[in-house]
Protein backbone atom coordinates (compact mmCIF):
# COMPACT_ATOMS: atom_id res chain seq x y z
CA UNK A 1 0.00 0.00 0.00
CA UNK A 2 2.80 2.34 0.39
CA UNK A 3 4.47 1.74 -2.92
CA UNK A 4 1.27 2.89 -4.47
CA UNK A 5 1.06 5.31 -2.19
CA UNK A 6 4.32 6.73 -3.51
CA UNK A 7 2.96 5.89 -7.33
CA UNK A 8 -0.02 7.86 -6.91
CA UNK A 9 2.07 10.80 -5.16
CA UNK A 10 4.96 10.83 -7.92
CA UNK A 11 2.02 10.87 -10.73
CA UNK A 12 0.87 13.78 -8.97
CA UNK A 13 3.57 15.39 -8.99
CA UNK A 14 4.02 14.90 -12.73
CA UNK A 15 0.83 15.59 -13.89
CA UNK A 16 1.25 18.70 -11.75
CA UNK A 17 4.33 20.18 -13.20
CA UNK A 18 3.42 19.49 -16.46
CA UNK A 19 0.64 21.44 -15.69
CA UNK A 20 2.44 24.11 -14.21
CA UNK A 21 4.76 24.28 -17.42
CA UNK A 22 1.38 24.66 -19.75
CA UNK A 23 0.25 27.46 -17.50
CA UNK A 24 3.21 29.24 -17.75
CA UNK A 25 3.81 28.73 -21.36
CA UNK A 26 0.07 29.87 -22.14
CA UNK A 27 0.92 32.83 -19.95
CA UNK A 28 3.83 33.76 -20.99
CA UNK A 29 4.49 33.00 -25.13
CA UNK A 30 1.83 35.76 -26.05
CA UNK A 31 4.26 38.42 -24.51
CA UNK A 32 5.34 38.17 -27.76
CA UNK A 33 2.20 39.75 -29.35
CA UNK A 34 2.49 42.40 -26.42
CA UNK A 35 5.90 42.88 -27.43
CA UNK A 36 4.80 43.44 -31.33
CA UNK A 37 2.57 46.22 -30.19
CA UNK A 38 4.82 47.98 -28.05
CA UNK A 39 6.98 47.81 -31.37
CA UNK A 40 4.36 49.09 -33.00
CA UNK A 41 3.14 51.83 -31.05
CA UNK A 42 6.54 53.53 -30.56
CA UNK A 43 7.41 53.00 -34.27
CA UNK A 44 4.27 54.47 -35.34
CA UNK A 45 2.91 56.34 -32.06
CA UNK A 46 -0.36 57.82 -34.17
CA UNK A 47 -1.37 54.33 -35.77
CA UNK A 48 -4.97 54.09 -36.08
CA UNK A 49 -7.66 51.60 -35.20
CA UNK A 50 -7.59 50.28 -38.81
CA UNK A 51 -4.36 49.84 -38.93
CA UNK A 52 -4.09 48.54 -35.36
CA UNK A 53 -6.52 45.79 -36.31
CA UNK A 54 -4.94 44.70 -38.82
CA UNK A 55 -1.18 44.18 -36.74
CA UNK A 56 -3.12 42.39 -33.97
CA UNK A 57 -5.25 40.54 -35.87
CA UNK A 58 -2.74 38.29 -36.50
CA UNK A 59 -0.92 38.33 -33.03
CA UNK A 60 -4.71 37.47 -31.81
CA UNK A 61 -5.03 34.53 -33.66
CA UNK A 62 -1.58 33.35 -33.12
CA UNK A 63 -2.45 33.39 -29.57
CA UNK A 64 -5.66 32.10 -28.87
CA UNK A 65 -4.58 32.43 -24.70
CA UNK A 66 -5.48 36.20 -25.89
CA UNK A 67 -8.30 38.05 -25.04
CA UNK A 68 -7.96 41.08 -26.18
CA UNK A 69 -4.39 43.61 -27.53
CA UNK A 70 -5.24 47.70 -26.44
CA UNK A 71 -2.94 50.37 -26.59
CA UNK A 72 -3.51 53.36 -23.92
CA UNK A 73 -2.68 57.07 -24.10
CA UNK A 74 -1.12 59.31 -21.22
CA UNK A 75 -3.38 62.61 -21.40
CA UNK A 76 -3.27 66.03 -19.45
CA UNK A 77 -6.60 67.25 -18.60
CA UNK A 78 -5.79 69.89 -21.62
CA UNK A 79 -4.83 67.28 -23.81
CA UNK A 80 -7.96 65.61 -23.29
CA UNK A 81 -10.32 68.80 -23.82
CA UNK A 82 -8.46 68.93 -27.37
CA UNK A 83 -8.47 65.31 -28.25
CA UNK A 84 -12.10 65.59 -27.42
CA UNK A 85 -12.24 68.69 -29.57
CA UNK A 86 -11.31 66.84 -32.96
CA UNK A 87 -13.92 65.41 -34.94
CA UNK A 88 -12.70 62.68 -35.81
CA UNK A 89 -9.02 62.85 -34.06
CA UNK A 90 -5.54 61.67 -35.36
CA UNK A 91 -6.79 57.91 -34.66
CA UNK A 92 -9.71 57.95 -36.86
CA UNK A 93 -12.57 58.33 -34.03
CA UNK A 94 -14.26 60.93 -32.15
CA UNK A 95 -12.60 60.81 -28.97
CA UNK A 96 -14.49 61.24 -25.68
CA UNK A 97 -12.85 59.89 -22.15
CA UNK A 98 -14.92 58.63 -20.61
CA UNK A 99 -15.62 56.21 -17.22
CA UNK A 100 -18.81 53.98 -15.42
CA UNK A 101 -21.65 55.78 -14.01
CA UNK A 102 -21.22 55.22 -10.03
CA UNK A 103 -24.26 53.97 -10.03
CA UNK A 104 -25.18 49.72 -10.97
CA UNK A 105 -26.37 51.03 -14.35
CA UNK A 106 -23.50 50.23 -16.29
CA UNK A 107 -23.51 52.88 -18.44
CA UNK A 108 -20.90 55.40 -19.08
CA UNK A 109 -20.33 59.03 -18.28
CA UNK A 110 -17.79 62.01 -19.17
CA UNK A 111 -14.68 61.32 -17.34
CA UNK A 112 -13.59 63.28 -14.35
CA UNK A 113 -11.38 66.61 -14.63
CA UNK A 114 -7.76 64.75 -13.74
CA UNK A 115 -4.24 65.83 -13.77
CA UNK A 116 -3.72 63.28 -16.11
CA UNK A 117 -5.82 60.36 -17.82
CA UNK A 118 -4.82 56.88 -19.20
CA UNK A 119 -7.63 56.24 -22.07
CA UNK A 120 -8.09 53.53 -24.31
CA UNK A 121 -7.37 54.29 -28.19
CA UNK A 122 -6.93 51.46 -30.20
CA UNK A 123 -8.34 47.86 -29.12
CA UNK A 124 -9.25 44.29 -30.87
CA UNK A 125 -11.55 43.28 -30.26
CA UNK A 126 -13.64 46.57 -31.27
CA UNK A 127 -15.99 47.68 -28.66
CA UNK A 128 -17.41 50.97 -29.32
CA UNK A 129 -18.79 51.50 -25.86
CA UNK A 130 -15.14 51.19 -24.48
CA UNK A 131 -13.36 53.24 -26.88
CA UNK A 132 -12.37 56.41 -24.74
CA UNK A 133 -12.47 54.61 -21.04
CA UNK A 134 -10.13 56.17 -18.54
CA UNK A 135 -8.76 53.24 -16.45
CA UNK A 136 -7.84 56.29 -13.51
CA UNK A 137 -11.82 55.74 -12.37
CA UNK A 138 -10.75 53.92 -9.08
CA UNK A 139 -7.84 53.75 -6.64
CA UNK A 140 -7.55 50.07 -7.51
CA UNK A 141 -6.67 50.73 -11.33
CA UNK A 142 -4.70 54.00 -10.53
CA UNK A 143 -2.08 52.00 -8.44
CA UNK A 144 -1.69 49.31 -10.92
CA UNK A 145 -0.94 52.05 -13.74
CA UNK A 146 1.65 53.35 -10.77
CA UNK A 147 3.36 50.11 -10.40
CA UNK A 148 3.68 49.52 -14.04
CA UNK A 149 5.11 52.93 -14.92
CA UNK A 150 7.70 52.51 -12.11
CA UNK A 151 8.66 49.05 -13.01
CA UNK A 152 9.39 49.81 -16.58
CA UNK A 153 9.29 46.37 -17.88
CA UNK A 154 5.67 44.53 -18.33
CA UNK A 155 3.79 44.01 -15.28
CA UNK A 156 0.54 41.59 -14.89
CA UNK A 157 -2.04 42.61 -12.59
CA UNK A 158 -3.92 40.79 -9.93
CA UNK A 159 -7.71 39.53 -10.88
CA UNK A 160 -9.97 42.21 -11.74
CA UNK A 161 -13.36 42.14 -13.92
CA UNK A 162 -13.69 44.22 -16.83
CA UNK A 163 -16.06 46.77 -16.87
CA UNK A 164 -18.32 44.53 -19.41
CA UNK A 165 -18.29 41.68 -17.59
CA UNK A 166 -20.79 40.28 -15.35
CA UNK A 167 -20.03 39.61 -11.49
CA UNK A 168 -18.47 36.10 -12.00
CA UNK A 169 -16.05 36.90 -15.38
CA UNK A 170 -12.64 37.98 -14.42
CA UNK A 171 -9.51 38.46 -16.42
CA UNK A 172 -5.52 39.50 -15.81
CA UNK A 173 -3.79 41.96 -17.91
CA UNK A 174 -0.28 42.78 -18.19
CA UNK A 175 0.93 46.32 -18.52
CA UNK A 176 3.97 46.96 -21.05
CA UNK A 177 5.14 50.83 -20.19
CA UNK A 178 5.55 53.14 -23.29
CA UNK A 179 8.07 56.03 -22.54
CA UNK A 180 8.12 59.31 -24.64
CA UNK A 181 10.65 58.86 -27.67
CA UNK A 182 10.44 55.45 -26.90
CA UNK A 183 13.48 55.71 -24.52
CA UNK A 184 13.52 53.62 -20.79
CA UNK A 185 14.20 56.77 -18.19
CA UNK A 186 15.71 54.38 -15.77
CA UNK A 187 14.76 56.06 -12.83
CA UNK A 188 11.32 55.58 -11.35
CA UNK A 189 10.30 59.41 -10.83
CA UNK A 190 11.97 60.09 -14.16
CA UNK A 191 9.86 56.87 -15.64
CA UNK A 192 6.35 58.12 -14.35
CA UNK A 193 7.00 61.54 -15.82
CA UNK A 194 7.98 60.43 -19.10
CA UNK A 195 5.11 58.22 -19.41
CA UNK A 196 2.85 58.65 -22.36
CA UNK A 197 1.03 54.90 -22.97
CA UNK A 198 0.34 51.24 -22.42
CA UNK A 199 0.44 48.53 -24.38
CA UNK A 200 -1.95 45.75 -22.83
CA UNK A 201 -2.40 42.54 -23.53
CA UNK A 202 -5.68 40.82 -21.59
CA UNK A 203 -5.91 36.99 -20.57
CA UNK A 204 -9.66 35.99 -19.76
CA UNK A 205 -8.93 33.10 -16.64
CA UNK A 206 -11.78 30.57 -17.10
CA UNK A 207 -10.79 30.09 -20.74
CA UNK A 208 -7.21 30.02 -20.49
CA UNK A 209 -6.80 27.96 -17.28
CA UNK A 210 -9.70 25.38 -18.75
CA UNK A 211 -7.85 24.68 -21.95
CA UNK A 212 -4.56 24.63 -20.28
CA UNK A 213 -5.91 21.57 -17.75
CA UNK A 214 -7.96 19.79 -20.82
CA UNK A 215 -5.87 16.21 -21.21
CA UNK A 216 -4.24 16.58 -17.72
CA UNK A 217 -6.79 14.42 -15.66
CA UNK A 218 -6.74 17.28 -13.25
CA UNK A 219 -10.17 18.61 -12.22
CA UNK A 220 -11.02 22.29 -11.11
CA UNK A 221 -12.30 20.97 -8.20
CA UNK A 222 -9.04 19.20 -7.17
CA UNK A 223 -7.04 22.50 -7.77
CA UNK A 224 -6.38 26.32 -7.30
CA UNK A 225 -3.80 28.97 -8.91
CA UNK A 226 -3.40 31.39 -6.38
CA UNK A 227 -1.81 35.20 -6.26
CA UNK A 228 0.88 35.43 -3.91
CA UNK A 229 0.83 39.37 -3.95
CA UNK A 230 0.69 40.42 -0.07
CA UNK A 231 -2.17 42.38 0.86
CA UNK A 232 -5.11 40.22 -1.17
CA UNK A 233 -8.15 39.14 0.34
CA UNK A 234 -8.43 35.10 -0.07
CA UNK A 235 -11.15 35.75 -3.03
CA UNK A 236 -8.93 38.60 -4.87
CA UNK A 237 -6.17 35.70 -4.48
CA UNK A 238 -7.46 33.02 -6.16
CA UNK A 239 -7.48 33.19 -9.98
CA UNK A 240 -9.17 29.64 -10.74
CA UNK A 241 -10.14 26.79 -9.52
CA UNK A 242 -11.78 25.56 -6.15
CA UNK A 243 -11.78 27.79 -2.80
CA UNK A 244 -12.19 24.51 -0.50
CA UNK A 245 -8.91 23.32 1.05
CA UNK A 246 -7.17 19.98 0.39
CA UNK A 247 -8.28 17.08 3.48
CA UNK A 248 -6.20 15.95 5.58
CA UNK A 249 -4.55 12.37 3.76
CA UNK A 250 -5.13 14.38 0.14
CA UNK A 251 -2.21 14.10 -1.53
CA UNK A 252 -1.41 17.58 -2.02
CA UNK A 253 1.54 19.04 -4.86
CA UNK A 254 2.41 22.52 -5.13
CA UNK A 255 4.57 24.74 -7.66
CA UNK A 256 5.44 28.01 -8.09
CA UNK A 257 4.73 30.19 -11.36
CA UNK A 258 6.68 33.68 -12.22
CA UNK A 259 4.81 35.65 -14.37
CA UNK A 260 5.70 39.30 -15.24
CA UNK A 261 6.96 40.55 -12.27
CA UNK A 262 4.63 38.22 -10.19
CA UNK A 263 4.16 35.26 -7.97
CA UNK A 264 1.11 32.73 -8.68
CA UNK A 265 1.19 29.05 -7.11
CA UNK A 266 -0.44 25.99 -8.70
CA UNK A 267 -2.25 23.69 -5.57
CA UNK A 268 -3.28 19.93 -6.65
CA UNK A 269 -4.45 17.22 -4.90
CA UNK A 270 -6.20 14.00 -5.17
CA UNK A 271 -7.49 11.21 -2.67
CA UNK A 272 -4.87 8.12 -2.05
CA UNK A 273 -5.03 4.88 -4.09
CA UNK A 274 -7.95 2.58 -3.73
CA UNK A 275 -10.78 5.53 -4.52
CA UNK A 276 -10.15 5.50 -7.91
CA UNK A 277 -9.26 2.22 -9.17
CA UNK A 278 -12.77 1.99 -11.60
CA UNK A 279 -11.50 5.48 -13.27
CA UNK A 280 -8.03 3.47 -14.60
CA UNK A 281 -10.14 1.45 -16.14
CA UNK A 282 -12.40 3.50 -17.53
CA UNK A 283 -9.45 5.45 -18.93
CA UNK A 284 -7.88 2.71 -20.42
CA UNK A 285 -10.83 1.52 -22.64
CA UNK A 286 -11.47 5.01 -23.51
CA UNK A 287 -7.88 5.77 -24.84
CA UNK A 288 -8.05 2.28 -27.07
CA UNK A 289 -11.63 3.65 -28.34
CA UNK A 290 -9.84 6.93 -29.17
CA UNK A 291 -6.82 5.04 -30.93
CA UNK A 292 -9.15 2.95 -33.16
CA UNK A 293 -11.07 5.85 -34.61
CA UNK A 294 -7.66 7.72 -34.75
CA UNK A 295 -6.59 5.06 -37.09
CA UNK A 296 -9.88 4.40 -39.31
CA UNK A 297 -10.02 8.18 -39.81
CA UNK A 298 -6.22 8.04 -40.94
CA UNK A 299 -6.79 5.37 -43.16
CA UNK A 300 -9.49 7.25 -44.80
CA UNK A 301 -7.58 10.63 -45.50
CA UNK A 302 -4.69 8.62 -46.84
CA UNK A 303 -7.36 6.71 -49.45
CA UNK A 304 -8.78 10.09 -50.46
CA UNK A 305 -5.74 11.92 -50.75
CA UNK A 306 -4.06 8.82 -53.16
CA UNK A 307 -7.23 9.49 -55.60
CA UNK A 308 -6.75 12.81 -55.69
CA UNK A 309 -3.30 12.51 -56.57
CA UNK A 310 -4.36 9.92 -59.13
CA UNK A 311 -6.62 12.09 -60.54
CA UNK A 312 -4.26 14.83 -60.82
CA UNK A 313 -2.27 12.86 -63.28
CA UNK A 314 -3.57 14.31 -66.43
CA UNK A 315 -3.94 17.60 -66.03
CA UNK A 316 -5.26 18.80 -68.72
CA UNK A 317 -2.44 18.36 -72.01
CA UNK A 318 -0.11 17.75 -69.50
CA UNK A 319 0.85 14.23 -67.52
CA UNK A 320 2.49 14.93 -64.04
CA UNK A 321 5.55 13.84 -62.39
CA UNK A 322 7.00 14.28 -59.36
CA UNK A 323 5.50 17.41 -56.47
CA UNK A 324 8.43 20.21 -56.64
CA UNK A 325 7.03 22.47 -54.44
CA UNK A 326 3.45 24.12 -53.16
CA UNK A 327 2.13 26.04 -50.24
CA UNK A 328 -1.07 27.39 -48.92
CA UNK A 329 -2.09 28.53 -52.89
CA UNK A 330 -1.39 25.20 -54.13
CA UNK A 331 0.93 22.58 -55.05
CA UNK A 332 3.06 22.61 -58.14
CA UNK A 333 4.40 19.36 -59.86
CA UNK A 334 6.99 18.75 -62.66
CA UNK A 335 5.15 17.77 -65.86
CA UNK A 336 5.48 17.78 -69.51
CA UNK A 337 3.17 18.63 -72.42
CA UNK A 338 1.54 15.64 -73.96
CA UNK A 339 2.28 16.29 -77.77
CA UNK A 340 4.97 18.72 -77.38
CA UNK A 341 8.70 17.74 -76.03
CA UNK A 342 8.89 21.04 -73.55
CA UNK A 343 8.59 20.80 -69.58
CA UNK A 344 6.78 22.70 -67.62
CA UNK A 345 6.19 23.21 -63.98
CA UNK A 346 2.54 22.86 -63.14
CA UNK A 347 0.81 24.77 -60.56
CA UNK A 348 -2.94 23.77 -58.99
CA UNK A 349 -5.25 24.30 -56.28
CA UNK A 350 -8.23 21.85 -55.35
CA UNK A 351 -11.94 23.95 -56.79
CA UNK A 352 -13.14 21.83 -53.27
CA UNK A 353 -10.74 22.63 -50.34
CA UNK A 354 -10.10 26.11 -51.63
CA UNK A 355 -12.06 29.67 -49.88
CA UNK A 356 -13.19 31.69 -52.65
CA UNK A 357 -10.15 34.24 -51.61
CA UNK A 358 -7.82 31.95 -52.96
CA UNK A 359 -9.59 30.97 -55.98
CA UNK A 360 -9.35 34.63 -56.74
CA UNK A 361 -6.22 35.15 -55.54
CA UNK A 362 -4.75 32.08 -57.91
CA UNK A 363 -6.43 33.88 -61.09
CA UNK A 364 -4.56 36.81 -60.39
CA UNK A 365 -1.43 34.86 -59.90
CA UNK A 366 -1.82 33.42 -63.51
CA UNK A 367 -3.11 36.60 -64.99
CA UNK A 368 -0.71 39.50 -64.00
CA UNK A 369 2.20 37.02 -64.47
CA UNK A 370 1.22 36.09 -67.95
CA UNK A 371 1.51 39.96 -68.08
CA UNK A 372 5.19 40.05 -67.57
CA UNK A 373 8.22 39.61 -70.35
CA UNK A 374 11.16 40.25 -68.79
CA UNK A 375 13.64 37.40 -69.00
CA UNK A 376 14.15 37.47 -65.37
CA UNK A 377 10.68 36.27 -64.43
CA UNK A 378 8.70 32.81 -64.92
CA UNK A 379 6.87 32.74 -67.64
CA UNK A 380 3.08 31.52 -67.72
CA UNK A 381 2.27 30.13 -71.03
CA UNK A 382 -1.04 28.11 -70.36
CA UNK A 383 -4.01 28.56 -67.94
CA UNK A 384 -7.34 26.26 -67.61
CA UNK A 385 -10.03 24.12 -65.09
CA UNK A 386 -9.98 20.12 -65.56
CA UNK A 387 -13.14 18.21 -65.13
CA UNK A 388 -13.18 17.94 -61.55
CA UNK A 389 -13.16 21.72 -60.87
CA UNK A 390 -9.27 22.45 -60.58
CA UNK A 391 -7.40 25.27 -61.43
CA UNK A 392 -4.24 25.18 -63.11
CA UNK A 393 -1.59 27.22 -65.12
CA UNK A 394 1.32 25.90 -66.74
CA UNK A 395 4.74 27.65 -66.47
CA UNK A 396 8.65 27.46 -67.66
CA UNK A 397 10.39 24.72 -65.90
CA UNK A 398 13.20 26.30 -64.64
CA UNK A 399 16.44 23.82 -64.00
CA UNK A 400 18.64 25.31 -60.95
CA UNK A 401 18.25 26.04 -57.14
CA UNK A 402 16.38 28.57 -54.76
CA UNK A 403 18.98 31.45 -52.80
CA UNK A 404 17.90 29.67 -50.07
CA UNK A 405 19.49 26.34 -50.99
CA UNK A 406 22.50 28.26 -52.68
CA UNK A 407 23.21 29.95 -49.19
CA UNK A 408 22.45 27.09 -47.36
CA UNK A 409 25.00 24.64 -48.88
CA UNK A 410 27.66 26.98 -50.25
CA UNK A 411 27.27 29.41 -47.69
CA UNK A 412 27.84 33.53 -48.03
CA UNK A 413 28.23 34.66 -51.44
CA UNK A 414 31.02 36.92 -53.06
CA UNK A 415 29.96 40.65 -53.15
CA UNK A 416 30.11 40.66 -57.49
CA UNK A 417 28.51 37.63 -57.73
CA UNK A 418 25.84 38.63 -55.38
CA UNK A 419 25.33 42.19 -57.10
CA UNK A 420 25.13 40.22 -60.42
CA UNK A 421 22.22 38.30 -59.05
CA UNK A 422 20.49 41.77 -58.01
CA UNK A 423 20.76 43.44 -60.73
CA UNK A 424 18.62 40.77 -62.91
CA UNK A 425 16.16 40.38 -59.90
CA UNK A 426 15.49 44.35 -59.98
CA UNK A 427 15.42 44.04 -63.52
CA UNK A 428 12.39 41.83 -63.03
CA UNK A 429 10.89 43.50 -60.18
CA UNK A 430 11.24 47.12 -62.26
CA UNK A 431 8.93 45.78 -64.37
CA UNK A 432 6.25 44.70 -62.71
CA UNK A 433 6.28 48.07 -60.37
CA UNK A 434 6.23 49.49 -63.85
CA UNK A 435 2.89 47.49 -64.31
CA UNK A 436 1.71 48.68 -61.44
CA UNK A 437 2.33 45.12 -59.58
CA UNK A 438 3.60 45.03 -55.91
CA UNK A 439 5.20 41.11 -55.40
CA UNK A 440 4.65 41.44 -51.95
CA UNK A 441 6.56 37.95 -51.10
CA UNK A 442 10.55 38.40 -52.66
CA UNK A 443 12.27 36.14 -50.78
CA UNK A 444 15.25 33.80 -51.10
CA UNK A 445 12.80 30.76 -51.71
CA UNK A 446 10.98 32.74 -54.60
CA UNK A 447 14.14 33.65 -56.50
CA UNK A 448 16.06 30.63 -58.60
CA UNK A 449 19.51 30.55 -59.92
CA UNK A 450 20.05 28.44 -62.76
CA UNK A 451 21.88 28.02 -66.15
CA UNK A 452 19.42 28.93 -69.39
CA UNK A 453 20.02 29.17 -73.29
CA UNK A 454 24.01 28.55 -72.25
CA UNK A 455 24.15 31.23 -69.61
CA UNK A 456 25.39 30.67 -66.13
CA UNK A 457 23.71 32.27 -63.01
CA UNK A 458 20.15 33.47 -64.97
CA UNK A 459 18.12 34.76 -62.23
CA UNK A 460 14.34 33.71 -62.02
CA UNK A 461 11.89 35.44 -59.85
CA UNK A 462 8.62 32.99 -59.09
CA UNK A 463 5.90 33.06 -57.43
CA UNK A 464 3.57 36.02 -57.52
CA UNK A 465 0.76 34.73 -55.58
CA UNK A 466 0.44 37.71 -53.21
CA UNK A 467 0.66 40.30 -56.06
CA UNK A 468 -1.01 43.22 -55.37
CA UNK A 469 -2.28 45.30 -58.38
CA UNK A 470 -2.33 49.26 -57.89
CA UNK A 471 -3.86 50.19 -61.23
CA UNK A 472 -6.90 49.47 -63.20
CA UNK A 473 -10.10 47.41 -62.05
CA UNK A 474 -8.02 45.61 -59.85
CA UNK A 475 -6.38 48.36 -57.74
CA UNK A 476 -7.28 47.50 -54.02
CA UNK A 477 -8.47 44.13 -54.41
CA UNK A 478 -6.26 42.77 -52.47
CA UNK A 479 -8.63 40.39 -50.26
CA UNK A 480 -9.02 40.66 -46.18
CA UNK A 481 -6.82 43.00 -43.89
CA UNK A 482 -4.46 40.14 -42.95
CA UNK A 483 -0.62 39.90 -43.21
CA UNK A 484 0.62 39.17 -46.53
CA UNK A 485 4.11 37.92 -47.28
CA UNK A 486 6.94 36.04 -45.25
CA UNK A 487 7.49 37.42 -41.73
CA UNK A 488 11.45 37.26 -41.64
CA UNK A 489 11.57 39.32 -44.91
CA UNK A 490 8.93 41.78 -44.79
CA UNK A 491 9.13 45.61 -44.60
CA UNK A 492 7.56 47.34 -41.42
CA UNK A 493 4.59 48.93 -42.99
CA UNK A 494 3.90 45.46 -44.03
CA UNK A 495 3.16 44.50 -40.93
CA UNK A 496 0.11 46.97 -40.21
CA UNK A 497 -1.35 47.14 -43.85
CA UNK A 498 -1.62 44.57 -46.56
CA UNK A 499 -1.69 47.79 -48.76
CA UNK A 500 1.81 48.00 -48.98
CA UNK A 501 3.77 49.39 -52.25
CA UNK A 502 6.67 49.03 -54.40
CA UNK A 503 9.21 50.05 -51.86
CA UNK A 504 7.98 47.16 -49.39
CA UNK A 505 9.46 44.84 -52.19
CA UNK A 506 12.87 47.44 -51.96
CA UNK A 507 12.93 46.86 -48.18
CA UNK A 508 12.52 42.90 -48.51
CA UNK A 509 15.35 42.67 -51.64
CA UNK A 510 17.47 44.66 -49.52
CA UNK A 511 16.83 41.47 -46.91
CA UNK A 512 17.91 38.99 -49.20
CA UNK A 513 21.12 40.89 -50.44
CA UNK A 514 22.48 40.89 -46.79
CA UNK A 515 21.13 37.45 -46.47
CA UNK A 516 23.38 35.97 -49.35
CA UNK A 517 26.48 38.71 -48.67
CA UNK A 518 26.25 37.44 -44.69
CA UNK A 519 25.09 33.82 -44.86
CA UNK A 520 22.57 34.46 -42.20
CA UNK A 521 18.87 36.51 -42.32
CA UNK A 522 19.08 40.15 -40.92
CA UNK A 523 16.94 38.82 -38.12
CA UNK A 524 15.91 35.75 -36.09
CA UNK A 525 13.34 35.45 -33.85
CA UNK A 526 11.53 32.54 -32.64
CA UNK A 527 7.89 34.22 -33.56
CA UNK A 528 6.01 36.33 -36.05
CA UNK A 529 5.43 38.58 -33.16
CA UNK A 530 8.94 39.07 -32.56
CA UNK A 531 10.24 39.45 -35.68
CA UNK A 532 7.69 42.26 -36.72
CA UNK A 533 9.52 44.17 -33.58
CA UNK A 534 12.72 43.64 -34.92
CA UNK A 535 11.83 44.52 -38.53
CA UNK A 536 10.37 47.70 -36.75
CA UNK A 537 12.67 48.60 -34.37
CA UNK A 538 16.12 47.53 -35.43
CA UNK A 539 18.75 47.46 -37.74
CA UNK A 540 20.74 44.48 -38.23
CA UNK A 541 24.37 43.77 -37.28
CA UNK A 542 27.06 45.07 -39.56
CA UNK A 543 27.91 43.61 -42.45
CA UNK A 544 31.87 44.52 -42.58
CA UNK A 545 33.83 41.45 -41.20
CA UNK A 546 31.10 39.34 -41.89
CA UNK A 547 30.73 36.65 -44.99
CA UNK A 548 33.07 36.42 -47.46
CA UNK A 549 34.59 39.80 -46.13
CA UNK A 550 34.69 41.61 -49.41
CA UNK A 551 31.86 43.91 -48.78
CA UNK A 552 32.80 47.35 -49.53
CA UNK A 553 31.09 50.40 -47.55
CA UNK A 554 29.37 51.64 -50.41
CA UNK A 555 27.61 48.15 -50.93
CA UNK A 556 26.87 47.90 -47.14
CA UNK A 557 25.34 51.37 -47.24
CA UNK A 558 23.06 50.56 -50.20
CA UNK A 559 21.87 47.40 -48.35
CA UNK A 560 21.12 49.44 -45.24
CA UNK A 561 19.20 52.19 -47.50
CA UNK A 562 17.01 49.76 -49.06
CA UNK A 563 16.27 48.36 -44.78
CA UNK A 564 15.69 51.85 -43.79
CA UNK A 565 12.39 51.43 -41.50
CA UNK A 566 10.49 54.70 -43.45
CA UNK A 567 10.04 53.77 -46.89
CA UNK A 568 10.54 57.59 -48.30
CA UNK A 569 14.38 56.65 -46.73
CA UNK A 570 14.48 53.88 -49.02
CA UNK A 571 15.39 54.16 -53.01
CA UNK A 572 12.14 55.18 -54.95
CA UNK A 573 12.08 52.35 -57.36
CA UNK A 574 14.09 48.87 -58.32
CA UNK A 575 15.44 51.17 -61.27
CA UNK A 576 16.76 53.27 -58.96
CA UNK A 577 18.47 50.36 -57.21
CA UNK A 578 19.45 48.71 -60.09
CA UNK A 579 20.97 52.09 -60.95
CA UNK A 580 23.09 51.93 -57.55
CA UNK A 581 24.25 48.55 -58.03
CA UNK A 582 25.87 48.94 -61.15
CA UNK A 583 27.62 51.79 -60.04
CA UNK A 584 29.53 50.12 -57.51
CA UNK A 585 33.29 49.75 -57.48
CA UNK A 586 33.43 45.89 -57.52
CA UNK A 587 34.94 43.44 -60.07
CA UNK A 588 32.55 41.81 -62.70
CA UNK A 589 31.45 38.37 -61.74
CA UNK A 590 32.41 36.99 -65.10
CA UNK A 591 30.36 33.81 -67.31
CA UNK A 592 33.90 32.11 -66.08
CA UNK A 593 33.21 32.59 -62.43
CA UNK A 594 29.39 31.61 -63.07
CA UNK A 595 30.83 28.10 -65.47
CA UNK A 596 32.91 27.26 -62.40
CA UNK A 597 30.72 27.13 -59.82
CA UNK A 598 28.00 25.24 -61.92
CA UNK A 599 30.90 22.50 -63.36
CA UNK A 600 30.69 22.40 -59.25
CA UNK A 601 27.65 21.45 -58.92
CA UNK A 602 27.03 18.92 -61.59
CA UNK A 603 29.73 17.21 -60.03
CA UNK A 604 28.20 16.98 -56.81
CA UNK A 605 25.06 16.30 -57.90
CA UNK A 606 27.08 13.02 -60.53
CA UNK A 607 28.68 11.77 -56.95
CA UNK A 608 25.54 11.82 -55.03
CA UNK A 609 23.59 9.97 -58.12
CA UNK A 610 26.39 7.53 -58.57
CA UNK A 611 26.24 6.59 -54.56
CA UNK A 612 22.53 5.48 -54.90
CA UNK A 613 23.28 3.08 -57.61
CA UNK A 614 23.77 -0.27 -56.35
CA UNK A 615 27.16 -1.84 -56.56
CA UNK A 616 28.04 -4.94 -58.14
CA UNK A 617 30.97 -7.76 -56.85
Excluded at 43 to 57: I, L, R
Excluded at 528 to 551: F, R, Y
Amino acid sequence: MRRAHEQARDELAQRSLATATHIQTSFRAPLEALYGIHALASTWPDVDQKHFEVFASKLIERYPSLAALELFDVLTESERLEQERRAPDALGRVLTVREPALDSSSHMVPAKARPRHVVLTRLLPYHAELYGLDILFEPWRRQQVRSAALAGAPTVTAKFRLVEDPADVFSVAVYDPLYVDGVDPIEPAAREQRLRGFAIALYRLAPLMSAALAGTALERSSLSLVDREPGLTPENALLFGSSQRPGADDLVFTQDIHFAGRRWTLSTWRRPPGFRAGLASSLVGLVGSILFATLVALSTSLRKSRQRFQALQELGPYTLGREIGGGGMGRVFEAHHNLLRRRAAIKVIAHESATEEQLRRFDLEAKTTSELCHPNTVVVFDYGRTRRGDFYYAMEYVKGITWERLVEQYGAQPAARVRHLLVQACGSLAEAHGLGLVHRDVKPGNLMLGVSGGIFDFVKVLDFGLVRVTRGVEAGKSGPGVLLGTPRYMAPESFASSHSGPRADIYSLGCVAYFLLSGREPFFAKTDAGLAMLHLTQMPAPLAGGGKGDVTPAFEKLVMRCLAKSPEDRFASAGQLLRALNELDLPPWSQADAAMFWAEVAAAQDAAEAATLPSHP
